[in-house]
């Protein structure tokens, strides 16, 4: 069960995130987003982490150009785009970066046709992005079975458990459901809903010394 934890804004909560067993941490670029944070800022938070985490930078609605720029001056490893990008713009960015997640929203149209936008791993969010708010998880069901499926969207740690066993994803996503204000991790939260996840998981977790989701970051 892959496990991102969204949203980072400081170095102490990436590091938080890590040592409770994140697998990835993302980054929000999103102008006007409350949890935005500026490249170089980023940038001095990903180059102290492990090599075996993946580092995300998030996105919405941006020319492939500047995103491809931005996630490279911050020193991310995968670009996640969480707006209306088309299955072109996903490929541009995917020319770029190895690892690209392209966000849905939970009654997108195109979610159905996610499997032409030239990546392996979407997410589904709630059609308020950032809201917190819970979504009918059995749309869940309308993107195509040959991709790597996250969940997100209203996630919190007592809720996960219930949402990977109805959906069975191959990865969980969370930002507002582990804070105690935005932009800011509440430990216990994080630490509650990494367990939870990995409790509920169809398969047992490996560990990251393994590299069980093969990043391979030479």
């Given at each position: 069960m892959f496990v991102k934890i969204c949203g980072?804004?400081?170095?102490?909560?990436?590091?938080?995130?890590?040592?409770m067993g994140a697998d990835a941490v993302g980054f929000n670029f999103?102008?006007?987003s409350t949890r935005q944070i500026a490249a170089q800022v980023a940038y001095d938070i990903t180059r102290r982490l492990p090599p075996e985490i993946l580092t995300v930078g998030i996105f919405r609605d941006e020319l492939p150009?500047?995103?491809?720029?931005?996630?490279?001056k911050a020193g991310v490893k995968a670009v996640q785009l969480h707006g209306r990008e088309t299955a072109a713009d996903t490929q541009q960015v995917a020319d770029a970066f190895r690892w690209v997640i392209k966000v849905f929203s939970a009654r997108d149209a195109n979610l159905?046709?996610?499997?032409?936008?030239?990546?392996?791993?979407?997410?589904?969010?709630?059609?308020?992005?950032?809201?917190?708010?819970?979504?009918?998880?059995?749309?869940?069901?309308?993107?195509?079975?040959?991709?790597?499926?996250?969940?997100a969207g209203g996630l919190t740690p007592e809720n996960v458990g219930a949402a990977i066993t109805e959906v069975q994803p191959w990865g969980v996503d969370v930002a507002t459901g582990v804070e105690k204000s935005p932009g800011r991790k509440d430990a216990l939260a994080v630490k509650r809903?990494?367990?939870?996840?990995?409790?509920?998981?169809?398969?047992?977790?490996?560990?990251?010394?393994?590299?069980p989701y093969d990043w391979d970051f030479e």
């Open positions: 980072i804004t400081n170095e102490d909560d990436a590091l938080l995130s890590v040592a999103v102008n006007g150009s500047r995103v491809i720029k931005v996630a490279h159905p046709k996610a499997d032409q936008y030239g990546t392996d791993m979407i997410m589904i969010d709630g059609p308020e992005p950032g809201s917190g708010k819970v979504f009918d998880w059995s749309l869940a069901g309308d993107a195509p079975d040959s991709l790597k499926l996250i969940l809903f990494i367990e939870n996840a990995r409790a509920h998981a169809s398969e047992p977790y490996i560990g990251d010394d393994d590299l």
